[in-house]
C-alpha cells in the first residue's frame, strides 16, 4: 500500500487521549467498564434473538442486526483505545490505520440506514397495522439489511480511496487515540482542504438524509396515533422517547465533531470517544422502546 500512493510512512502514532495519570486511569475504567457492558448487552441480544422463536419478527430481525453493527463499531475503536491508554509508544501501522477508517465509516453508515429501516417497520405497524406482515416481510427485512451494508460500503470507500492515494511523506502523528480520515489527511504532503470539504459533504448529506427521514418517520406515526385513544398516544411518545434518544446519542457527537467545528482539542477527542462507546449503549433503549411501546398498540388499539 505504501508504494501505491508513493509514500515512505509504514506506521502512524497515535497521540492519545491525555498525558495526566489520574485522567488515564478514570478513562480505563470508564471506557473498560462501558466496553464489557455493550459487548455482553449487544451478544445478549443477538444470541436471543436468534434462539428465541418468539422473537422471529421484523422488529426484532432488524434490531438483532443493529446489535451486530454495535459490537462491529465498538470493537473497530474502542479495545486498541483501552490497551493504548497506558501505553507511551502508541503505534498503528500505515494498513491498519486505512482499514480502521474503512470499517468505522462502513459500520456508521450502516447503521443509520439500519435505523432508518427500524423507523420505518415502527411507522408502518402502526399505520398500517393491518397490513404489515404483509408489508414487512422477510424479503423487505433482508432487503433493508442488504441495501444498510451496501450504502456503509460505498459511503467507506469513496472516502478512503482518496486517502489511501495521499502522499505521506514525513509526519506520522495522529492527533487523538484511533485513525480517523480529517486527521490523517492534514498529515499529507499535500493540500488536503479539498479532502476535508468532499468528507464533510459526503457524511453530512447521508446524515442529514437518514435524520430527515427518521423525523418524518416520527410525524407520520404522531399524526396516526393522535385519533386515537390517550393510552396509544401515551405509548406512543413512550416509544418515540426511546428512539430518540437513539437518534441524540448517534447523531450529536457527529454534529460536533464533523460539523460543528469544535473549537478546542480535548473536547473533539472527548466527543469522538464517547461517541465510540455511548452511541452502542442505545441498543437498551432501543429494546425498551420497542417492548413497551407499539406491540400494544397495534393489537389492542388498532385491531380492535
Known amino acids: 500500500m505504501d508504494g501505491a500512493n508513493n509514500s515512505v510512512v509504514s506506521e502512524f502514532v497515535l497521540l492519545g487521549l491525555s498525558a495526566s495519570w489520574e485522567m488515564k486511569i478514570l478513562l480505563f475504567f470508564f471506557f473498560f467498564s462501558f466496553y464489557v457492558g455493550i459487548m455482553l448487552g449487544n451478544f445478549f441480544i443477538v444470541f436471543t434473538v436468534i434462539f428465541d422463536s418468539y422473537l422471529h419478527s421484523p422488529m426484532y430481525f432488524l434490531l438483532a442486526n443493529l446489535s451486530f453493527v454495535d459490537l462491529g463499531l465498538s470493537s473497530t475503536m474502542v479495545p486498541r483505545m483501552i490497551t493504548d491508554i497506558f501505553s507511551e509508544h502508541k503505534v498503528i501501522s500505515f494498513p491498519g490505520c486505512m482499514m480502521q477508517i474503512f470499517f468505522i465509516r462502513v459500520m456508521g453508515g450502516t447503521e443509520m440506514v439500519l435505523l432508518v429501516a427500524m423507523a420505518y417497520d415502527r411507522s408502518k405497524a402502526v399505520c398500517k397495522p393491518l397490513h404489515y406482515l404483509a408489508i414487512m416481510n422477510h424479503k423487505t427485512c433482508v432487503c433493508f439489511v442488504v441495501i444498510a ?20 511523506w514525513g509526519p506520522n502523528k495522529v492527533d487523538g487515540f484511533y485513525c480517523d480520515i480529517p486527521k490523517v489527511a492534514v498529515l499529507a504532503c499535500t ?11 459526503n457524511s453530512g448529506l447521508l ?98
Open 149 to 168: 451494508w451496501v450504502i456503509g460500503v460505498i459511503h467507506a470507500s469513496s472516502q478512503l480511496v482518496f486517502v489511501v492515494n495521499l502522499p505521506f
Open 191 to 201: 493540500d488536503t482542504a479539498w479532502l476535508v470539504y468532499v468528507v464533510t459533504a
Open 207 to 304: 446524515s442529514t438524509g437518514t435524520f430527515f427521514l427518521l423525523i418524518v418517520s416520527y410525524i407520520f406515526i404522531l399524526i396516526t396515533v393522535r385519533h386515537h385513544s390517550s393510552a396509544s398516544l401515551s405509548k406512543a411518545f413512550s416509544t418515540l422517547s426511546a428512539h430518540i434518544m437513539v437518534v441524540v446519542l448517534f447523531f450529536v457527537p457527529c454534529f460536533f465533531v464533523y460539523v460543528g467545528q469544535v473549537p478546542t482539542l480535548s473536547l473533539d477527542t472527548f466527543l469522538l470517544s464517547c461517541h465510540s462507546t455511548l452511541e452502542s449503549c442505545h441498543i437498551y433503549t432501543e429494546e425498551q422502546g420497542h417492548e413497551v411501546g407499539f406491540e400494544k398498540i397495534d393489537k389492542e388499539d388498532f385491531l380492535a
